[in-house]
């Protein structure tokens, strides 16, 4: 993702009833591009389930959501 100006961002999984499995960031960036991996694993550090999640990155600006699957 790339952000236009430093801004505080969330970037968080969450399985389909809603429930949050993992915050993968949650601090401030500057301004260009950034790259973000989930390695699978869900907040407490247990391997999250197979199956579709949405990732939400949230700024003071916006909120993105789209979905992804994890395969094992």
């Known amino acids: 993702f790339s952000l236009e100006k430093p801004e505080h961002v969330v970037i968080s999984v969450y399985d389909l009833a809603g429930r949050r499995v993992v915050n993968l960031r949650n601090g401030n960036l500057g301004a260009g ?3 973000v991996t989930w390695n ?3 907040g ?3 391997p999250a389930a197979t199956g579709h999640y949405l990732y939400v990155l949230t700024t003071p600006t916006q909120r993105v ?3 992804m699957v994890l395969l094992k």
């Open 33 to 35: 591009e950034h790259h």
């Open 40 to 42: 699978g694993r869900t």
């Open 44 to 46: 407490n550090g247990a």
């Open 65 to 67: 959501s789209r979905s």
